[in-house]
């Protein structure tokens, strides 16, 4: 059975996703060329691999990059609303702008720890690129913090998808486009 065949609908194919990682990209260049030091992207591994790697191609600006680990869905498709960072930079981000970069945006759990941790390690300010935004499934709000914005690729109805760096049980994330996974292959 081929990798594709699991997959019931393509909702963001290959180049929309480039498209809008370009457009991303020029937003971002265009807030921070003016700032005295280069902004620290922190991709959240493993999901935001692919966005990250492409997202930096096209940033013309001077950028640091690393990565950090938040666990919250196993091997599930519902996030357990417990977040743990189980991976932390190695960058000091202290009087820093940090942009965390993640695939997606579901319950707000995970990103709220994530801005909380950066806060604590004393960025000066925490932004957030996100690929996916599933505000449907919003349980906590993101508060950002200092002058940090909120960049949005795609906003995402309630399906659970897979693809461009987004996985089921560590799997699907080389299919070039966003997908929604069939259910049989998860339930």
Known sequence: MSLHSHIEQV?????QIAERVSQLA???TNDFKDESQPPVLVGVATGACLFLADLIRR???LVS???VRADSYGSGTISNGAP?????????VKAKHVIVVEDIVDTGSTLSCLIAHME?????SV???TLLDKPARRKVETKLVGQGKFY???ECRDHFVVGYGMDFAEMYRNLPYIGILKPEIYN
């Open 11 to 15: 909702l963001f194919p290959e180049d």
């Open 152 to 154: 949005r690729g795609f």
């Open 127 to 129: 932004s957030v690129c």
């Open 84 to 92: 743990r960072i189980s991976l932390d930079l190695k960058l000091d």
């Open 26 to 28: 020029s937003e971002i």
């Open 59 to 61: 940033i013309d600006l």
């Open 120 to 124: 604590s390690k004393g960025a000066s």
């Open 65 to 67: 990059v690393d990565f």
